[in-house]
């Protein structure tokens, strides 16, 4: 029954690997969004995808890479990991954001260390 | 640039009442969010103002005025379950969430 769900919890990697984390949300919601929550606890959009389209890139490294196969899964790939990229990932999802629809849900968060 | 202010860490008793301030510099405004997050787990939603005065939920409340760019969260009763994060958002033209660091809110016995 879990609104957002995200695999797995905790991943540790070493770096250089290439690694996936998956998101599943089933609330019937358009849009869905990658956060990453760093150390200092800000939470940084990545991506949003809008019905399986990218709406939101900011600016983070093109080794991220998100994938859409339908609007209910939005995974993200990331090759070549580094240090800084252990952090929390967040995936979130909601309708589009406007001023009628206020929520967005989150998943529990995967806490990925690369050593 | 866009910015997002809060204080870092607050200390509360349990059975007190907390203020947790947000002040904010957005490229536009689509409404304001608080959302409650406990050590390890998801965020989850509060509040949302997108005008000014005080939305009352419960033990919550929110207060926006837009045109001091500043909003805060309420919390009464407090209750040793209320320790957590709570983060302030703004949505902005684009609709998108612009998020704080976070305030740390410790409450003692």
């Known amino acids: 029954d879990t609104a957002v769900s995200q695999t797995p919890k905790y991943l540790v990697t070493q770096m250089g690997n290439d690694k996936s984390i998956k998101c599943e949300q089933n609330?019937?919601?358009?849009?869905m969004y990658w956060y990453k929550q760093d150390s200092k606890k800000f939470l940084k959009i990545m991506f949003s995808?809008?019905?399986?389209?990218?709406?939101i890139n900011e600016t983070v490294p093109n080794r991220f890479s998100p994938k859409s196969p339908d609007k209910a899964h939005l995974n993200l790939h990331i090759n070549s990991l580094e240090l800084g990229d252990s952090a929390v990932y967040f995936c979130a999802s909601s309708q589009l954001l406007t001023e009628m629809n206020t929520e967005a849900f989150f998943g529990q968060g995967t806490r990925l260390t690369v050593v | 640039g866009q910015n997002i202010d809060q204080p870092t860490e607050m200390t509360a008793t349990e059975g007190a009442i907390v203020q947790i301030n947000c002040t904010y510099q957005?490229?536009?405004?689509?409404?304001l969010f608080w959302y409650q997050q406990h050590a390890g787990e998801a965020p989850t939603f509060l509040s949302y103002?997108?005008l000014d005065g005080l939305e009352e939920k419960g033990r919550f409340s929110s207060f926006l005025s837009r045109s001091k760019g500043y909003s805060y969260l309420l919390l009464k009763e407090l209750q040793m379950k209320d320790s957590a994060s709570y983060l302030c958002a703004v949505m902005d033209s684009n609709y998108q969430l612009i998020w704080g660091a976070g305030t740390k809110l410790i409450i003692k016995p």
């Open positions: 103002n997108v």
């Open positions: 609330l019937g919601h358009d849009t």
């Open positions: 995808y809008n019905n399986k389209e990218l709406i």
């Open positions: 957005t490229s536009g405004f689509n409404g």
